[in-house]
């Protein structure tokens, strides 16, 4: 079992950074490949970043260039560094986990969200 556990969130003005921590409370945290998804009020989850557990990263078309996912595998952390917020990133921030298991998709977990508002 695993236990995932947001924190970062808050306000921020428009142009303005934050960054996002997920800690990983489980076991083998190199075998996952972490993800950051967010929900908007009225639209579905989408995927923000994801990094894989060699390192790879992917982004959002919305947050390319301005959104940052990193993992330090040594402290089981995760990391979504946000710059040059706009009022359109306003949603609940979700910390993923999914297992790889040789080569397919293994166990999946979720965090309980934080919430990043960036005010018009």
């Known amino acids: 079992q695993v236990e995932l556990a947001e924190s970062g969130g808050g306000l921020v003005q428009p142009g303005g950074s934050l960054r996002l921590s997920c800690a990983f409370l489980?076991?083998?945290?190199?075998?996952?490949?972490m993800n950051w998804y967010r929900q908007a009020p009225g639209l579905q989850r989408e995927l923000v970043a994801a990094?894989?557990?060699?390192?790879?990263?992917s982004y959002a078309d919305s947050v390319k260039g301005r959104f940052t996912i990193s993992r330090d595998n040594a402290k089981n952390l995760v990391y979504l560094q946000m710059n040059s917020l706009k009022p359109e990133d306003t949603a609940v921030y979700y910390c993923n986990a999914l297992k790889n298991v040789l080569g397919t998709r293994g166990p999946e977990y979720w965090g309980q969200g934080t919430q990043v508002t960036v005010p018009s």
């Open positions: 489980g076991n083998i945290f190199s075998a996952y490949a």
């Open positions: 990094i894989s557990s060699g390192g790879s990263t």
